[in-house]
């Protein structure tokens, strides 16, 4: 990994204490939208890592409403691969297939269309950031409901302290910069 590129990276995400609610400490990625080189340079780090770690061809990236739509086409363009959008429920046309997960504050579901993959196609899960791992475990969940073989999830950003990684076990999981 090109340490510069990391660093840069790293520079754009900036925290506020406090928010959305006192003890939260939100890492904010807006700065790194912002800045088209920091921004390329995430996209060209999270390209690199899935060129080094599949020998498999991957078949499509899926990105997990809303974030992970900011970071799983260009992904998907530079590695000259599909990208299927993960919606929140009621949001896509056609049929779906949902998948219902707990939250700290309740339910969610999340819906892809019935025939976004078919049987055996290589899936990797995109986001902007880890925390308690409950949308990523239920989207790998979704996929593989559709037979998908789902390589890896992957994120911009991980929150170590929540342990959302040890909640996607056994699914490979990386992601560029740790925040515990």
């Given at each position: 990994?090109?340490?510069?590129?990391l660093q840069l990276v790293a520079r754009r995400v900036r925290s506020f204490p406090d928010f959305p609610k006192p003890g939260i400490l939100f890492r904010d990625i807006s700065p790194l939208l912002k800045d088209p080189d920091a921004f390329k340079?995430?996209?060209?780090?999270l390209a690199d890592h899935l060129r080094e770690s599949h020998e498999t061809k991957i078949d499509y990236i899926a990105g997990l409403d809303a974030r992970g739509f900011l970071f799983g086409p260009p992904l998907a363009q530079k590695l000259g691969i599909g990208f299927v959008p993960i919606r929140k429920r009621g949001k896509l046309p056609g049929p779906t297939v949902s998948t219902s997960y707990s939250l700290e504050y309740g339910q969610a579901e999340l819906e892809v269309q019935e025939d976004a993959i078919e049987p055996g196609q290589k899936v990797v899960i995109v986001d902007d950031l880890l925390a308690?791992?409950?949308?990523?475990?239920?989207?790998?969940?979704?996929?593989?409901s559709l037979k998908a073989d789902v390589l890896e999830g992957l994120t911009l950003l991980e929150l170590t302290s929540l342990k959302g990684r040890e909640k996607l076990a056994p699914m490979?999981?990386?992601?560029l910069l740790q925040y515990n």
């Open positions: 990994m090109a340490e510069s590129q340079a995430s996209i060209e780090l308690t791992g409950g949308t990523m475990s239920a989207a790998c969940k979704l996929l593989q490979p999981f990386f992601s």
